[in-house]
């Protein structure tokens, strides 16, 4: 029993090492491979060049991937809120609680590229709304949106419900309980839950090539506005072979982004857990 619990712990502690010389190992080598075009210039200036993309930089597509994974985050943050709510403070069907897990179990199994494909048909060629960042944003949403409703059902419902149960006891109403006890104390989750799926959201290609990337577009203005994406991008430069190097630097600004966007979030909810101890 004890070489087993110890082929178990060392198993544990190897996978662990081994996941962080991955994730090192992989931004070691974009950096190595980049360095030579990451300047001021490559993040604050538009593609340039004949071919498009040889030169200059990728501005238009930091600002387009931080819009679409903005905009999805908050449409998906609040559905998936709000279904894990219902199904853990509504829903006392335990039948009808098991479909809905099913189907969001179903769609989360769903690819990316037939999200894609159903975002073009309904959105872009159904309603109308032609290549854009609404169009975009609502379809990364629809792929978000299980993966951040089956993580915030989990989180609330190993959330402490003696203050829940207690609030309700004392006659205060199911939903000012959950808006002003359960979800605060569950606010580091929720941040935490969101942040993954923004991440998610901004490193996905497949479903924003029909709907709403193009391969050269300005800063977008509006919500109707096509727009450029770094993992787009990245797939144009590689795809069409026009600049190894510039792709390297473009995929090591957007793994800094999606980590910088992962620790705010982070920080929030850990921040957000420390005062509600120290209360």
């Not at 769609?107 to 960042?133: E, N």
């Not at 000012?176 to 993954?196: D, F, K």
């Not at 630097?249 to 120290?278: D, K, P, Q, S």
Request: glycine residues 8%.
């Amino acid at each position: 029993m004890k070489i087993k619990d110890n082929l178990f712990k060392y198993w544990v502690v190897l996978s662990g090492i081994t996941i962080i010389f991955l994730t090192f190992g992989i931004f070691i080598f974009l950096l190595v491979k980049g360095i030579n075009v990451i300047s001021f210039e490559f993040i604050m200036d538009s593609p340039k060049g004949i071919p498009l993309g040889t030169e200059g930089g990728i501005f238009p597509a930091i600002v387009g991937s931080l819009l679409s994974g903005a905009l999805s985050g908050l449409m998906g943050g609040i559905l998936g809120l709000c279904t894990a709510i219902y199904l853990v403070f509504y829903c006392y069907n335990k039948r009808l609680k098991k479909t809905i897990i099913m189907f969001l179990q179903c769609l989360a199994g769903i690819p990316s590229i037939v999200i894609g494909m159903f975002g073009y048909t309904f959105l872009v060629v159904g309603l109308d709304l032609k290549r854009s960042l609404i169009s975009a944003s609502l379809t990364l949403t629809i792929m978000i949106v299980p993966f951040i409703s089956i993580k915030l059902k989990k989180a609330l419902e190993e959330t402490s419900k003696n203050q829940f149960i207690s609030s309700l006891s004392l006659g205060v109403s199911k939903s000012y309980s959950i808006m002003h006890l359960v979800i605060p104390n569950a606010l580091g989750s929720i941040m935490t839950s969101l942040g993954l799926s923004i991440v998610f959201a901004m490193g996905a290609t497949a479903p924003i090539m029909l709907t709403g990337a193009v391969i050269i577009a300005s800063s977008p203005t509006c919500l109707t506005d096509p727009i450029m994406a770094l993992p787009y991008h990245l797939y144009v430069l590689v795809n069409e072979g026009l600049s190894l190097e510039k792709a390297y630097g473009t995929a090591f600004v957007l793994i800094i982004l999606l980590l910088i966007i992962n620790l705010v979030c982070h920080l929030v909810g850990y921040l957000r857990e420390r005062a509600i101890c120290n209360k």
